[in-house]
């Protein structure tokens, strides 16, 4: 399938079957994904990977509780078996500006020089490569944010404070039967006369 393809069939799923994937269809999947641009070839990215049913069950635990999966509207999604989070590592960053041929940029002076920080932005690069190259081997995917379980993810699988997630990517079978799909599916995509401007804006 061309990147053309992957991303006319990529779309967000919501419903997967509890079927494992292969341990080195995983690390294939991760070790493409790494492979994005980043800053001044910092490879700041990397990933927490959960493809065991333990990890993910306590995944799920740790980001929604009892009440609130009972209620939610998903279920499908809880059976991905495999959940990938991309960091990035601003230190990675200010490091690689620190060094002779990037040291004239002044972003290594900290994390407040970068007026967009590329860490996030190589991060989620990662994450788009991950979803397309599932969508490239038939699977599912769908990526979501982790907002306020950020901390008790942090917490619960020993991240370091520095590492910033962009959300997690979550990767299996499609089990399309009975999947209700989100209600941003029924907005149309807005023509490309309106997402272009041309010469000037």
Known sequence: ??????????????????RPLEQELVDDLVDRARRTPTAGNSQGVE?????????????????????ARSSFAFPGLLRAPLLVVPFGLPGRYLDRYSEP????????????????????????FAAMALQLLA??????????????????IRERFGIPDEACAVGTVAIGYPEPVGERPGQSARRARRPLEEVVHRGHW
């Open 47 to 67: 990933f927490l990977v959960l493809d065991g049913p333990a990890a993910i069950a306590t995944y799920w635990d740790t980001s929604l509780s009892g009440d």
């Open 135 to 152: 969508i490239e081997l038939g699977l599912g995917c769908c990526f979501f944010g982790l907002f306020a379980q950020e901390t008790s």
């Open 101 to 124: 041929d990037k040291v004239m940029t002044g972003l290594g002076d900290g994390k407040e020089c970068w007026s967009v920080p590329y860490w996030l932005v190589d991060a989620a």
């Open 1 to 18: 399938m061309s990147v053309s393809g992957a991303l006319r069939a990529r779309r967000s799923c919501r419903s997967f079957s509890s």
